[in-house]
């Protein structure tokens, strides 16, 4: 994403929750995703994977109106940094980067997919 492009939203805004809104979450003014990646899901619910406080760990949670439901801990950042970037095109409605799809044919990509039901298969 370019500067130009860049937005700061604050943690608790609204913003985060809009349907297919794809955010960097992190540490510093530098807009890197260095503490994780989030997904809007539409009607007050965000995707979130990276860094957890509690389990401490990298995790994906599912974030509803102020509760959370922890979906999985201990995952590999960079997968499940592709899965909610595969999420946010499915939603957006565009076509998937060369580097999700390569994550996609990993098994572990595919088993976190099942865990948040995006795969039926």
């Known amino acids: 994403m370019a500067d130009d492009e860049r937005e700061q939203i604050?943690?608790?805004?609204?913003?985060?929750y809009e349907r297919g809104r794809l955010v960097a979450h992190c540490s510093d003014d530098s807009g890197m995703a260095d503490c994780g990646i989030s997904v809007g899901l539409g009607n007050g619910q965000m995707l979130y994977a990276g860094d957890l406080p509690?389990?401490?760990?990298?995790?994906?949670?599912?974030?509803?109106?102020?509760?959370?439901?922890?979906?999985?801990?201990?995952?590999d950042y960079e997968v499940a940094r592709a899965m909610i970037e595969?999420?946010?095109?499915?939603?957006?409605g565009e076509s998937e980067s060369e580097e999700a799809a390569e994550y996609r044919k990993q098994s572990q990509f595919r088993q976190m997919m099942r865990d948040v039901g995006m795969l039926s298969f």
């Open 10 to 16: 604050d943690g608790n805004s609204p913003q985060l």
């Open 54 to 75: 509690d389990p401490f760990s990298t995790g994906i949670k599912l974030y509803s109106q102020g509760a959370s439901i922890l979906v999985a801990d201990r995952v």
């Open 86 to 92: 595969v999420i946010a095109e499915a939603i957006n």
